[in-house]
C-alpha cells in the first residue's frame, strides 16, 4: 500500500513515552537549579510569606535544615537574602561581621557538604529607603529628588562582598545594577584573598512588577515615591542587555544573570548565542506567585506548569535556573 503521507511526519516520534523520552532536546536537573532563601533573626523561626506559599523566612537553624533537605534532593545551589535585625540609611547590615546572611553562610559552610553557597549582594535589604545604593536626597526646584549615587556604592557593595565571602559565600552575585561593580568587586576580592570565587553578575535585571512578592517577603521596596527605573533595564530593551552583559565581562564577570526569567526568554537566547559563559536565568517570585496562586484556584496544574516554565528557560538558553520551585522541582525529577 502506497503511504498516503510518504514524508516523515513528527508524530511518529511522538508515540509512547519511551521514545519521546529518547527525542527530548532539553533535560532539567536538580542541579541546575538554585534556590533562594531568606534568612531572618532568632531561633527556630520559619514563617512563610504570604504571597508566596511554600516559602519562608527562616531563621540560621531552620536555613541549615531547609538546605540540607535541598543538598538531599540534588540541588545544585542556595542563594541566601538577608532580612537584618534592622536597617538604617546606609544598609551597614550588609557588610557587619555578624550580619544575618554572614551567620547564615557560616552555618551551611558547617553543616553543608555539596551545596554551592551563592550570595546576592546588595543592600536594598538592609537600608531603610529599600533602595539598592548609597542615596542623595535632593531639591530640583519644587521636586523633591531621591538620586541613588552611582561611585560612593561601588565601595561598599565590594566590602559587603569581601565580608560575604570571609563567611563562606562560594559565589558573589551582585544585583544592584550600579555601573562598575563588578570591576570594583573583583579588584577587592583579590585583594583580601578571595581571588578563587567567582562572581555570577546581576547583569541584565529589569526593573520588573515580578519582584513584588519578593519585596514582601524582604521587605525591600524602595520608599513611597521613588522606584529602581534609574538603575534597573526598561522591559523595552534587549541589544541593551547585551550590552551590559558585555561591559561585566570585560570587568570580570564569570557568569551573568538575566532576570526575570519567562518574560525575557529572548534575552535570554540571546546572550546564549553571543556569549559562551555560564548563563543564569532567575524565575523570580511574582513568577512563582502567578502559578501558585492559579494552582491553589484549580486553574492550573502546578506540577505541569512549574515544569514548563523551568524546561522553557533551560530551552531558551539558561545553563542555572534560580527558582522558589527548586526542591519541588526536584522532587519530580
Ligand atoms: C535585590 C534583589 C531583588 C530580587 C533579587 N535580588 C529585588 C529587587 O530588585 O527589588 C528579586 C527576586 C525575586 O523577585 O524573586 N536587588
Not at 162 to 168: H, I
Not at 244 to 249: H, P, Q, R, Y
Request: hydrophobic share 45%; net charge neutral; proline share 5%.
Amino acid at each position: 500500500m502506497t503511504p498516503k503521507f510518504p514524508i516523515a511526519r513528527g508524530r511518529r516520534l511522538r508515540r509512547t513515552t519511551a521514545i519521546r523520552k529518547m527525542v527530548q532536546e532539553t533535560k532539567l536537573a536538580p542541579d541546575d537549579f538554585i534556590l533562594p532563601l531568606f534568612v531572618c533573626p532568632g531561633n527556630k523561626v520559619r514563617t512563610e510569606v504570604g504571597s508566596m506559599p511554600g516559602v519562608y523566612r527562616l531563621s540560621v537553624d531552620e536555613l541549615v535544615k531547609e538546605a540540607k533537605e535541598a543538598e538531599k534532593l540534588g540541588v545544585g545551589g542556595v542563594m541566601l537574602f538577608g532580612l537584618p535585625p534592622s536597617k538604617d540609611e546606609a544598609g551597614s547590615g550588609a557588610w557587619a561581621e555578624d550580619g544575618i546572611v554572614q551567620q547564615g553562610f557560616r552555618a551551611l559552610k558547617q553543616e553543608t557538604k555539596n551545596l554551592v553557597l551563592f550570595a546576592d549582594t546588595c543592600l536594598c535589604e538592609y537600608t531603610s529607603h529599600g533602595h539598592c545604593g548609597v542615596i542623595e536626597r535632593r531639591k530640583d526646584g519644587g521636586r523633591d529628588i531621591v538620586d541613588v549615587q552611582n561611585d560612593p556604592t561601588l565601595a561598599i557593595l565590594a566590602k559587603t562582598a569581601v565580608s560575604q565571602a570571609k563567611s563562606g559565600a562560594d559565589v558573589i552575585a551582585p544585583s544592584d545594577m550600579m555601573d562598575g561593580r563588578v570591576g570594583a568587586i573583583r579588584a577587592a576580592l583579590d585583594e583580601h584573598g578571595f581571588a578563587h570565587v567567582p562572581i555570577l553578575s546581576y547583569a541584565a535585571k529589569y526593573a520588573s512588577a515580578f519582584y513584588g512578592p519578593f519585596r514582601d517577603a524582604a521587605d525591600s521596596a524602595p520608599e513611597a515615591g521613588s522606584d529602581r527605573r534609574a538603575y534597573q533595564m526598561d522591559p523595552a530593551n534587549a541589544r541593551e542587555a547585551l550590552r551590559e552583559i558585555e561591559l561585566d565581562l570585560a570587568e570580570g564577570a564569570d557568569a551573568i544573570m538575566v532576570k526575570p526569567a519567562l518574560s525575557y526568554l529572548d534575552i535570554i537566547a540571546k546572550a546564549r548565542e553571543r556569549f559562551d559563559v555560564p548563563i543564569a536565568a532567575y524565575h523570580v517570585s511574582g513568577e512563582y506567585a502567578a502559578i501558585m496562586a492559579a494552582a491553589k484556584n484549580g486553574w492550573l496544574d502546578r506540577d505541569r506548569a512549574m515544569m514548563e516554565a523551568l524546561i522553557s528557560i533551560r530551552r531558551a538558553g539558561a545553563d542555572w535556573i534560580l527558582t522558589y520551585f527548586a526542591k519541588e522541582a526536584s522532587k519530580l525529577l
